[in-house]
């Protein structure tokens, strides 16, 4: 999915809208400025276009986000939500040391897998299984 295909989906709450293009085997969505209430409501349809795109990998890049609440962490994983549903996978790019506090203290880190940059966001790590079968009592 590409930036073209989505031009309906812009935000018009920000002056800088997300910026949505093709890297490596991922579709990446940039996302810029605050990452508030007002965001969330402007930049959802756009992110739920990409979500129900056909790319197995969402990268989130958050290196142009200033600022990032409670309901951009809703935001967030609405998306992985989305995406996981059909089957893809979800990561962010974040070096901000606040948002990944935040992803930590929210414990969030596991479900959103930040990376530093894009290229490390493209290695894909195995997920770990829903339910995992819990282990065998071995009596000795």
């Not at 990446?28 to 400025?33: A, S």
């Not at 995406?83 to 974040?94: E, F, I, Q, S, Y």
């Not at 929210?106 to 493209?122: G, V, Y």
């Amino acid at each position: 999915m590409r930036q073209e295909t989505l031009s309906e989906y812009t935000c018009e709450a920000s002056e800088r809208p997300p910026r949505v293009y093709g890297f490596g085997h991922a579709v990446v969505v940039e996302l810029h400025g605050d990452i508030d209430l007002v965001a969330f409501s402007g930049s959802a349809p756009l992110l739920d276009a990409v979500a129900a795109g056909p790319e197995a990998l969402v990268i989130v890049d958050l290196t142009q986000v200033d600022f990032l609440d409670c309901s951009g962490l809703s935001l967030l994983m609405r998306i992985r939500r989305r995406v996981t549903a059909r089957g893809g996978h979800l990561r962010l790019v974040c070096t901000q040391p606040m948002m990944l506090r935040m992803l930590r203290v929210t414990r969030l880190t596991t479900l959103l897998k930040p990376a530093p940059t894009l290229s490390a966001a493209l290695v894909d790590e195995p997920e770990p299984p829903e339910n995992p079968e819990p282990p065998e009592n071995k009596e000795t």
